[in-house]
């Protein structure tokens, strides 16, 4: 990710694919915050998607202790950021009952997102998301 976020996307996406080659299967935290990142530096939409779909199926199976090397204390707080990223693909892509199932995730777990920065980031994008769906499906 530093790559990438030092201004190198495709290094830094081509990084990433080693290192998910390079996981075990078993090892799903590891794949799960891999995903989660490998879908930010997708081009294609679609390729976001299932990022961030296999994101979310790897979270299922990660424990909280197993994101702690990561700086993450709890796995559940990783989990309405998922949602919001995975409701926000749907919403580009036009599945919408998808995107409001996502939402509806995200919503329901918002309350073990830590009272910090980074829980209003997502809380903020999980209330963009709703206004945007709420416009896709009124509008």
């Given at each position: ?33 891999i995903a989660h ?103």
């Amino acid at each position: 990710m530093g790559l990438a976020l030092g201004g190198d996307r495709e290094a830094g996406r081509e990084a990433l694919v080693i290192a998910w080659e390079g996981t075990r299967e078993s090892d799903h935290a590891q794949r799960c915050v891999i995903a989660h990142y490998l879908a930010d530096l997708q081009a294609s939409l679609e390729d976001e998607v299932l990022w961030d779909e296999v994101a979310l199926a790897e979270h299922a199976h990660v424990a909280d202790a197993d994101l702690t090397p990561v700086g993450v204390s709890a796995a559940a707080s990783l989990g309405p950021s998922l949602h919001l990223n995975l409701g926000d693909g749907y919403v580009r892509q036009g599945p919408l009952r998808e995107a409001e199932g996502e939402l509806d995730k995200g919503l329901q777990t918002q309350h073990v997102l830590p009272a910090d920065g980074y829980g209003d980031m997502v809380r903020g994008g999980l209330d963009r998301l709703r206004s945007r769906l709420h416009e896709a499906t009124t509008g």
